[in-house]
T-cell receptor, first 111, second 112 residues
Framework: DTAVSQTPKYLVTQMGNDKSIKCEQN?????MYWYKQDSKKFLKIMFS???????INETVPNRFSPKSPDKAHLNLHINSLELGDSAVYFC??????????FGPGTRLLVL | GENVEQHPSTLSVQEGDSAVIKCTYS??????FPWYKQELGKRPQLIID?????GEKKDQRIAVTLNKTAKHFSLHITETQPEDSAVYFC???????????FGTGTKLQVIP
């Protein structure tokens, strides 16, 4: 009965590859997010969706494309992976104006 | 856009002492201020939050204060324990759809 789940947990891949990370929440929340946490632990918002609609799109390379097939799912596709994309990617969800529930994170390592 | 500054970046305290972490924000439209604790290798988890119509909130050993005029808010942990060791993030939230801006994090170490 995990609230916010992400797959995969670990992702090791070569530069130039394309990869996807999936996120699902069973909390009935309306809003979902993707965050990037770098090696210095900085947490930076990348995207936010409300009821499948993109509402926050921070300055992120267009190699990153989110997709929300329904309000319980928010996936992240990354094209042409670069070394600097190595980080932990967290998915989160929230009811509007309440705290966020984070997924367990996906540790991406680009070689 | 919103800018959240957090200090200190690292903090070491003896077990039983108090720890204080301070944050300032820039956007006066921010109206919700959560604090998250992230243990090593784990996800951030909410520990306490405060809304802009409240000046102080307490939950057992943890308290948060908010000064809207000065645009700063603080986390206070009393009687620290080794299990309080973690990275703590403040955040400022504005807008109906929660544009969340995190502080840069404070690594707290509680020495037994």
């Amino acid at each position: 009965d995990t609230a916010v789940s992400q797959t995969p947990k670990y992702l090791v891949t070569q530069m130039g590859n394309d990869k996807s990370i999936k996120c699902e929440q069973n909390l009935g929340h309306d809003t979902m997010y993707w965050y990037k946490q770098d090696s210095k632990k900085f947490l930076k918002i990348m995207f936010s969706y409300n009821n499948k609609e993109l509402i926050i799109n921070e300055t992120v390379p267009n190699r990153f494309s989110p997709k929300s097939p329904d309000k319980a799912h928010l996936n992240l596709h990354i094209n042409s992976l670069e070394l600097g994309d190595s980080a932990v990617y967290f998915c989160a969800s929230s009811r509007t104006r309440e705290d966020q529930y984070f997924g367990p994170g996906t540790r991406l390592l680009v070689l | 856009g919103e800018n959240v500054e957090q200090h200190p970046s690292t903090l070491s305290v003896q077990e039983g002492d108090s720890a204080v972490i301070k944050c300032t924000y820039s956007d006066s439209a921010s109206n919700y201020f959560p604090w998250y604790k992230q243990e090593l290798g784990k996800r951030p988890q909410l520990i306490i939050d405060i809304r802009s119509n409240v000046g102080e909130k307490k939950d057992q050993r943890i308290a948060v204060t908010l000064n809207k005029t000065a645009k700063h808010f603080s986390l206070h942990i009393t009687e620290t324990q080794p299990e309080d060791s973690a990275v703590y993030f403040c955040a400022a939230v504005s807008g109906g759809y929660q544009k969340v801006t995190f502080g840069t994090g404070t690594k707290l170490q509680v020495i037994p």
